[in-house]
């Protein structure tokens, strides 16, 4: 018998416990061994939480009980259940978590605690769907090239809303909320905070590389405005919030954003709450992972499938998916010097000499323009609509300052990055 705790019985939690209590006969079948939740943690006794199973508000029950062999840490957080990971670990006990914070900053820390302890943390990235498996066993043969995920429910609701029904972004923003999909302060999820965390723990995975969220390019969905949507539309691209890992010689991009995507790439058919991940390895190709990338089930069906690989082997597999370090060393790309074609929105005068000054600014910068088009606004000025052929992050971020004090543009312009 494999004994559980949960620390943490909410919605994921509670719904552990009753998947291994629902499908216990599958389980055991799969896993060869009864796995039984046995106690969990809560911080308000008097709630109920729809569960059967033993609950106390002091972790140390879990943490102190020897004859608890897996501890499932699903309160959220980083700095308390980092420091409750690692006396669970202390004390031999194998580690199961779906929290992508945690690991976003403590990752290599924990790693090397754990040595050949078993920690798994499948739910971390994308709820249900097995892309942390998939990318540390699956696909182990090859070297990856790039990843592009889909990694927030929420903000590819609320893209899919603006983009198919018209909806502004303030007036999807509330929904979400309503519906639960976006939280009082929504700023984790709609800045892009959310997906960077996991993309670092993918990027771990198939790179070898330790960074924190501070160190990478991170930009949330606030500004999307329906000018930027009628162009995609124009140009065939939707627009997704991505988290994108790219190897480029031997240094590795990490960057989370919006893009325009071609609507015809199997990516940008992932629409409403659900998640989506592109992974393309030099010798398989491009595979694709879709699914549910949160709620309560889908979560907790990760949870379990890591209690039942723990219970399968005994002995943890390398947490981060490699024995030794890589033979090549690897490191973070300067956001500056990202390369790819981008989208700009300039409010602009309506008066002759305008479009010459604009294109004088960016052909002094090396950007040279792809695509134009213009749009009368009610006020005597335009909406100009451009993309680029491939630039340099720090000439588009030079040119857009120059624009702003040109004396041609009216408002701040706005950039969006092209992914083809």
Not at 13 to 19: F, L
Not at 148 to 153: E, H, P
Not at 272 to 300: H, L
């Amino acid at each position: 018998m494999l004994k559980v705790g949960i620390i943490g019985v909410g919605t994921v939690g509670a719904s552990v416990a009753n998947i291994l209590r629902d499908n216990k006969n599958i389980i055991t079948a799969r896993a060869g061994i009864e796995i039984v939740p046995v106690l969990g943690v809560v911080s308000n006794l008097h709630k109920n939480r729809n569960v059967d199973i033993k609950l106390t508000d002091n972790i140390d029950d879990v943490l102190n009980d020897d004859s608890i062999d897996v501890v499932v840490e699903l309160m959220g957080g980083i700095d308390k259940p980092n420091e409750i990971v690692r006396k669970a670990l202390l004390k031999g006990k194998a580690v199961v978590t779906a929290n992508k914070a945690l690991l976003a900053y403590h990752r290599y820390e924990l790693q090397e605690l754990a040595g050949d302890i078993p920690f798994e943390f499948e739910a971390a990235v994308a709820g249900g769907i097995p892309i942390i498996n998939a990318l540390r066993d699956g696909l182990s043969a090859n070297h990856i090239k790039s990843i592009q995920g889909i990694m927030n429910g929420t903000c590819n609701y609320m893209l899919t809303r603006m983009i198919n029904d018209g909806i502004k972004y303030d007036e999807i923003l509330k929904e979400a909320q309503d519906l639960g999909y976006a939280e009082s302060d929504p700023t984790f999820d709609v800045g892009g905070y959310d997906a960077a965390h996991k993309l670092l723990i993918l990027g771990s995975i198939a790179y070898g590389i330790d960074v924190k969220p501070e160190d990478i390019l991170i930009e949330g969905i606030e500004n999307i405005s329906s000018a930027d949507i009628a162009f995609a539309k124009e140009f065939e691209f939707s627009i997704k919030l991505l988290g994108i890992a790219k190897k480029v010689g031997n240094e590795i991009e990490l960057r989370v954003h919006p893009v325009m995507i071609p609507e015809d790439k199997m990516i940008a058919k992932v629409d409403g709450v659900m998640n989506g991940i592109s992974v393309i390895g030099d010798k398989v190709g491009e595979t694709m992972f879709y699914g549910a990338g949160a709620g309560g089930d889908a979560t907790a069906s990760a949870v379990v499938a890591n209690i039942i690989d723990i219970a399968r082997r005994g002995k943890g597999s390398p947490m981060l998916g490699f024995e030794n370090q890589p033979g090549e060393k690897v490191t973070l790309m300067s956001k500056n010097d990202i390369k790819t074609k981008y989208y700009l929105r300039l409010e602009v005068t309506d008066k002759p000499g305008t479009l010459a000054k604009i294109a004088t600014i960016l052909g002094d910068n090396s950007i040279s323009i792809e695509a134009m088009m213009q749009k009368p606004l009610k006020n005597g000025s335009a909406n100009l609509l451009l993309t680029t052929h491939i630039s340099v992050e720090r000439d588009i971020l030079k040119a857009i300052v120059e624009l702003e004090n040109s004396g041609v543009i009216i408002s701040k312009p706005a950039m969006i990055r092209i992914e083809e």
